[in-house]
T-cell receptor, first 112, second 118 residues
Framework: GENVEQHPSTLSVQEGDSAVIKCTYS??????FPWYKQELGKGPQLIID?????GEKKDQRIAVTLNKTAKHFSLHITETQPEDSAVYFC???????????FGTGTRLTIIP | GAGVSQTPSNKVTEKGKYVELRCDPI?????LYWYRQSLGQGPEFLIY????????DSGLPNDRFFAVRPEGSVSTLKIQRTERGDSAVYLC????????????????FGPGTRLTVT
């Protein structure tokens, strides 16, 4: 089955700087890669996703890049703000298999 | 519009007891998923419904776990003879169904039910 690894497990950045979180996946059949943000006591919130027919997707301060050959994808947050502090999870699946396989999460702390 | 709702938000039960956890998906979403999240970990898949039927239950850890979705909307996750190792946050998600190359299949999560088995 699919295995997703995520790094780093914790990340602290100064407010206004950029943050990058990286994930690798094992199943070359995976073609859908969402990112979720989870705040304390809440469920995961979908913030951006990418399908394997594109290499990059951007939504305001958030972008995701995908390298299918290397089987890794990354989340980029620019101009970080205190409200970006949360745990971020990457995930992977393929369209024929509905279950998401998640990484172990990255705790992002924005230092004011 | 209303998101995925889950009840109760917290459940404390004694070892050996039976519990039911409820999920109300987003209106119109045909697919429903249950995941379990242990402390410090990512969610782990349990079961997926398409309509009323369980399309994939490969993540259920053993036969003490069972889920139903009798009318294709609300779902109940049932755990018999609870064990301390069952303590976790149980998350429900829903989606419009299978995804494709341009859209679809996005899973939206509820706030979860924190289950504590003492």
């Amino acid at each position: 089955g699919e295995n997703v690894e995520q790094h780093p497990s914790t990340l602290s950045v100064q407010e206004g700087d950029s943050a990058v979180i990286k994930c690798t996946y094992s199943d070359s059949a995976s073609n859908y890669f969402p990112w979720y943000k989870q705040e304390l006591g809440k469920g995961p919130q979908l913030i951006i996703d990418i399908r394997s027919n594109v290499g990059e997707k951007k939504d305001q301060r958030i972008a995701v890049t995908l390298n299918k050959t290397a089987k890794h994808f990354s989340l980029h947050i620019t101009e970080t703000q205190p409200e970006d502090s949360a745990v971020y999870f990457c995930a992977a699946r393929n369209f024929g298999n509905e279950k998401l396989t998640f990484g172990t999460g990255t705790r992002l702390t924005i230092i004011p | 519009g209303a998101g995925v709702s889950q009840t109760p938000s917290n459940k404390v039960t004694e070892k050996g007891k039976y519990v039911e956890l409820r999920c109300d998906p987003i209106s119109g979403h045909t697919a429903l998923y249950w995941y379990r999240q242990s402390l410090g970990q990512g969610p782990e898949f349990l079961i997926y419904f398409q309509g009323t039927g369980a399309a994939d239950d490969s993540g259920l850890p053993n036969d003490r776990f069972f889920a139903v979705r009798p009318e294709g909307s609300v779902s109940t996750l049932k755990i018999q003879r609870t064990e301390r190792g069952d303590s976790a946050v149980y998350l429900c998600a829903s989606s419009l169904g299978r995804g494709g190359w341009t859209s679809g299949g996005e899973q939206y999560f509820g706030p979860g039910t924190r289950l504590t088995v003492t």
